[in-house]
């Protein structure tokens, strides 16, 4: 199982949201998100391939001990974490697949941009996810990267190959780019 095989089904699962759930708050759109991340599973029998992967929304990934993080090769995270979207394996740390974030409001601000940022950062570098992606609608990759550009000012590590998936409005097509990408 690879990250582009799970970016293939959040392609298609952003596609299939309505445009009622784009006026809505960012729960509502992340439920409809999730029904079409399983649709899009289903479809490829992801039960039966690997059935130890699993599609979570908001599970907390707690914090472990310094011991228990090196006997599984990962470093521990500076705090409890718990993205809108894991797709992984919760038992071990062999198959990290995906962390995703959603905002949905136009308004988005400096501080939540950021924190949502370095979550994905911090899961990448000490889970081992293979990829984080920061998916937005209602808001241009402009207003987005106006954040990034600030807190690289202000000296925050956000990791570069975050994956950038906004749709600025309903009905517009879904750009998608690494942070590296936008700041190029």
Same mark, same amino acid.
């Given at each position: 199982?690879?990250?582009?095989?799970?970016?293939?089904?959040?392609?298609? @699962?952003?596609?299939?949201?309505? /445009?009622?759930?784009?006026? $809505?708050? %960012?729960? *509502?759109?992340?439920?409809?998100?999730?029904?079409?991340?399983?649709?899009?599973?289903?479809?490829?029998?992801?039960?039966?391939?690997?059935?130890?992967?699993?599609?979570?929304?908001?599970?907390?990934?707690?914090?472990?001990?310094?011991?228990?993080?090196?006997?599984?090769?990962?470093?521990?995270?500076?705090?409890?974490?718990?993205?809108?979207?894991?797709?992984?394996?919760?038992?071990?740390?062999?198959?990290?697949?995906? @962390?995703?974030?959603?905002?949905? /409001?136009?308004?988005?601000? $400096?501080? %939540?941009? *950021?924190?949502?940022?370095?979550?994905?950062?911090?899961?990448?570098?000490?889970?081992?996810?293979?990829?984080?992606?920061?998916?937005?609608?209602?808001?241009?990759?402009?207003?987005?990267?106006?954040?990034?550009?600030?807190?690289?000012?202000?000296?925050?590590?956000?990791?570069?190959?975050?994956?950038?998936?906004?749709?600025?409005?309903?009905?517009?097509?879904?750009?998608?780019?690494?942070?590296?990408?936008?700041?190029?």
């Amino acid at each position: 199982m690879n990250s582009e095989t799970f970016l293939g089904w959040l392609r298609y @699962a952003i596609g299939r949201v309505g /445009r009622s759930y784009y006026n $809505y708050s %960012e729960r *509502v759109y992340c439920y409809e998100l999730y029904h079409f991340l399983r649709v899009a599973m289903f479809h490829e029998a992801i039960d039966k391939k690997y059935p130890n992967l699993f599609l979570h929304s908001e599970i907390i990934k707690g914090e472990i001990d310094y011991e228990i993080a090196q006997n599984l090769g990962i470093m521990p995270l500076g705090h409890r974490r718990s993205p809108d979207f894991l797709f992984h394996d919760p038992l071990t740390t062999a198959h990290q697949i995906a @962390a995703v974030e959603v905002k949905a /409001r136009q308004d988005i601000g $400096y501080g %939540e941009c *950021v924190e949502d940022l370095s979550k994905l950062s911090e899961l990448k570098e000490r889970y081992r996810f293979n990829l984080g992606v920061f998916h937005c609608i209602n808001i241009s990759n402009e207003r987005i990267l106006q954040h990034i550009n600030r807190a690289i000012e202000e000296g925050v590590t956000i990791d570069r190959e975050i994956v950038i998936i906004s749709v600025p409005m309903y009905g517009q097509e879904i750009e998608e780019h690494t942070i590296e990408q936008l700041l190029s």
